[in-house]
């Protein structure tokens, strides 16, 4: 079945260390973005990339790092210089020209 | 810019009582707007979607939505609420991203339907 797949969906981390969150599609879509998601926030986007090597920051790309080495794959670096990473976040892609975006199921990381 | 308010950060309703979740936007351009629906610990899924055409869009799940451009706003309703509809719903809208043809959204905080048996 196509679509996108996000793991671990739980990650613990200690505070400090640096983490990687997976994103892979197989909807052969050119653009990938990572949205993070707080209780009352909405969707706030991190990152995102149009086409493979290449990425844009979002509105709220501090302490986070990602790479698009190959289409299919987008994954995201939670690093240590952000400062409040406990929350849940996703990822989603689309088509080049359309208008809908398929996320996925969703990554929840803790700090502990 | 754009921006998107979503009204009341929780509703409850009765099962098969009228849902209305309301959405304002506020865009430099013609938008297109979007609702979709969040179970929890999950991804999200399209509801419906405005592009271009008719300002009625019917979605899944017997959801429907009005976009009026004289009030700025994309209200989603549908006539008989299920218990099955109890989520978090959440509004968006998208510009044109310049010269790469995708369209970044903008969500709303997201409204919380809570439907009471």
């Known amino acids: 079945d196509g679509g996108i797949t996000q793991s671990p969906k739980y990650l613990f981390r200690k505070e400090g260390q640096n983490v990687t969150l997976s994103c892979e599609q197989n909807?052969?879509?050119?653009?990938m973005y990572w949205y993070r998601q707080d209780p009352g926030q909405g969707l706030r986007l991190i990152y995102y990339?149009?086409?493979?090597?290449?990425?844009q920051k979002g509105d709220i790309a501090e302490g986070y790092s990602v790479s698009r080495e190959k289409k299919e794959s987008f994954p995201l670096t939670v690093t240590s210089a952000q400062k409040n990473p406990t929350a849940f976040y996703l990822c989603a892609s689309s088509m080049r020209g359309s208008t809908e975006a398929f996320f996925g199921q969703g990554t929840r990381l803790t700090v502990v | 810019a754009q921006s998107v308010t979503q009204l009341g950060s929780h509703v409850s309703v009765s099962e098969g009582a009228l849902v209305l979740l309301r959405c304002n936007y506020s865009?430099?351009?013609?938008?297109?707007l979007f609702w979709y629906v969040q179970y929890p610990n999950q991804g999200l899924q399209l509801l419906l979607k405005?592009?271009?055409?008719?300002?009625l869009v019917k979605g899944i799940n017997g959801f429907e939505a009005e976009f009026k451009k004289s009030e700025t706003s994309f209200h989603l309703t549908k006539p008989s609420a299920h218990m099955s509809d109890a989520a978090e719903y959440f509004c968006?809208?998208?510009?044109?991203?310049?010269?790469?043809?995708?369209?970044?959204?903008?969500f709303g905080k997201g409204t919380k339907l809570s439907v009471i048996p």
């Open positions: 990339s149009q086409i493979v090597n290449d990425f």
């Open positions: 865009s430099s351009v013609p938008p297109y």
């Open positions: 968006a809208v998208s510009e044109t991203y310049s010269g790469a043809g995708s369209y970044q959204l903008t």
């Open positions: 909807l052969n879509h050119d653009a």
């Open positions: 405005y592009t271009t055409g008719a300002t």
